[in-house]
Nanobody
Framework: QVQLVESGGGLVQPGGSLRLSCAAS????????MGWYRQAPGKQRELVAR???????NYADSVKGRFTISRDNAKNTVYLQMNSLKSEDTAVYYC???????????????WGQGTQVTVSS
């Protein structure tokens, strides 16, 4: 099986920075896209940023210029550098990855357990 484990969440003041990490482990054949989603209380889960195996990226308009997604393929890890954080960035952030497990012929969608990011003074 495959696990995604996130780390790096916490409490930060407005204007501050945080770096989230998500490491995939288990029976991994290959990873296509990896990404970050977030869900604030009372709102739907939304895409924050996504990066493909060829490092093509896309971002939500609300985070463009402030957040940067990157990945380390050797470590099966995706990162989200979040700068100039705002109170509206407060949410649970979830890691997502499209993974072909060993012996499989198709991709499967996997999710992490989520990490809380709170932006408050």
């Amino acid at each position: 099986q495959v696990q995604l484990v996130e780390s790096g969440g916490g409490l930060v003041q407005p204007g501050g920075s945080l770096r989230l990490s998500c490491a995939a482990s288990g029976s991994i054949g290959s990873i296509y896209a990896m990404g970050w989603y977030r869900q604030a209380p009372g709102k739907q889960r939304e895409l924050v940023a996504r990066i493909t195996s060829s490092t093509n990226t896309n971002y939500a308009d609300s985070v463009k210029g402030r957040f940067t997604i990157s990945r380390d393929n050797a470590k099966n890890t995706v990162y989200l550098q979040m700068n100039s954080l705002k109170s509206e960035d407060t949410a649970v952030y979830y890691c997502n990855a499209d993974i072909r497990t060993l012996g499989a012929t198709r991709l499967t969608d996997y999710w992490g357990q989520g990490t809380q990011v709170t932006v408050s003074s």
